[in-house]
């Protein structure tokens, strides 16, 4: 059963089909391009799980593809723009900017409900989630009208971009939350420590044991 659309928040999730060699390529080797995909599939499908257990307004996929099996009700799908990451991610909170949105991606199936229930809390202007690369798990504005100046020119992919995006925030003069450090599944040894870290039932830890014991 489809939880009702209720509370203060738009929960975005921008994410890419998960289609063999063109999803979690640094995962190959040790995985084949079709383990890769199914390891982003049940990363997918987790992410979008937590969101649609959690409070909000509008929940919509930010998707670069065709939605599959793994898609739930619930959901809003609308495509992603061209253009770099920046871009894509200023466009997706352009389309929601009738109340606060918060937006992650997908390589965080360890995130939960309940860590997404009062992200937009607390009287904040901005919410930003850390990743352990140096990257961003999560980031979520009041007035995501204003995204484009906040995000628009951030060098995405580095190891530095977590600590620019969020210096983007504050030269702003947003009052801005920090949410908890969470790491990426990008590499083999990520997915390991991120599998450890997954709440019961977890598709994620469930499949990347499933390839452990086919190795075996």
């Known amino acids: 059963m489809t939880p009702p659309a209720t509370g203060p928040v738009a929960l975005l999730v921008i994410a890419k089909e998960p289609v063999p060699g063109r999803v979690k390529t640094r995962l190959t080797p040790p995985y084949t391009p079709h383990e890769a995909a199914a390891l982003a599939e049940a990363a997918l499908a987790d992410t979008l799980r937590a969101v649609l257990r959690a409070p909000a307004r509008r929940r919509v996929l930010v998707l670069d593809g065709a939605p599959g099996p793994w898609l739930p009700p619930g959901f809003e799908i609308v495509p992603q723009t061209s253009g770099g990451l920046d871009e894509r991610i200023a466009a997706a909170f352009a389309r929601c900017a009738d109340g606060p949105a918060f937006l992650v991606g997908m390589d965080t199936p360890q995130l939960t409900a309940d860590l997404l229930a ?24 009041a007035e995501p009208g204003r995204a484009g100046s906040l995000v628009r020119g951030v060098p995405m992919s580095t190891d530095r971009t977590g600590a ?12 801005v939350r920090d949410l908890p450090v969470l790491h990426d599944v990008d590499t083999a040894a990520d997915a390991v420590r991120v ?19 086919a190795a075996r």
Request: hydrophobic fraction near 45%; aromatic fraction near 10%; glycine fraction near 16%.
């Open 118 to 141: 009062d992200v937009t809390s607390g009287g904040y202007d901005a919410w930003f989630g850390p990743a352990a690369d140096g990257g961003f798990w999560a980031l979520g504005l």
């Open 164 to 175: 620019l995006q969020r210096a983007r925030l504050t030269a702003a003069g947003l009052k």
């Open 195 to 213: 599998a450890s870290c997954c709440p019961p039932g977890s598709r994620f830890a469930a499949a990347l044991d499933r390839l452990a014991g």
